[in-house]
Every structure is written in C-alpha cells, then in structure tokens.
C-alpha cells in the first residue's frame, strides 16, 4: 500500500486548506483511513478518522467544527477539508490506513504516507 498526500501550504489564520491522500497498491474494501499531524516538538497525534466502506467520521476534540474528512472509494483517495484554521493547526500532516476499525482513533495505523506540511500565520 501506498500513500501520497498533497496540498499543504502558507495559509493565514482563518483561512482554509484542502488536503489529499491518493491510496494505492490494493483494493480498499475495509477498514479505515485517518489523518494526524505532529507539530514542532510535539507528539504525533490523531486528527480524523474515516470508515472505508460506512463513511463513519471521527473526530478530535480540537478541529471539530472546523475539519471534515470525506473519501473518494472509487478513486481510492482521502480528504481533509481544513477551514478556520488557527496557527496552532500548523503541523506536518500524514495520512494512514489500517486494515480494522478498532483503536481508529489511535496511532496504531498499518500504512503511512509520507506527510505534508500545513504552516498557519497569525
């Protein structure tokens, strides 16, 4: 499995950012996908979580309200759709894929893409 994510950037405070994961290297039929981020010095933490086949969203506490998370089954492709964003948003963000959906909320994640940072000016 494969993961590529795309579209991080300079945004300012408030504004808004779309990120992408183009998943491939087998059939996703199951399981569940997830974006987290890790900023400067911190931990790597869990940001949104999606049921591959239910479309089930999860969420921290922190972007509710601000994020969405949607999936593309026929294109194999995940988004985080990123508006009122505030600097503290500012992190480099991967996406993954895990193969069951329990401890979707956590890092334990099979197949990770190689990240893209999101920079958030005040």
């Known amino acids: 499995v494969q993961l590529q994510a795309s579209g991080g950037g300079l945004v300012q405070a408030g504004g808004s950012l779309r990120l992408s994961c183009a998943a491939s290297g087998r059939t996703f039929s199951g399981g569940a996908m997830g974006w987290f981020r890790q900023a400067p010095g911190k931990e790597r933490e869990f940001v949104a979580a999606?049921?591959?086949?239910?479309?089930?969203?999860y969420y921290a506490d922190s972007v509710k309200g601000r994020f969405t998370i949607s999936r593309d089954n026929a294109q194999n492709t995940l988004y985080l759709q990123m508006n009122s964003l505030k600097p503290e948003d500012t992190a480099v963000y991967y996406c993954?894929?895990?193969?069951?959906?329990?401890?979707?909320?956590?890092?334990?994640?099979?197949?990770w893409g190689q990240g893209t940072q999101v920079t958030v000016s005040s």
């Open positions: 999606i049921t591959w086949t239910g479309g089930t969203a």
């Open positions: 993954a894929f895990r193969r069951t959906l329990t401890g979707i909320t956590t890092l334990r994640y099979d197949y």
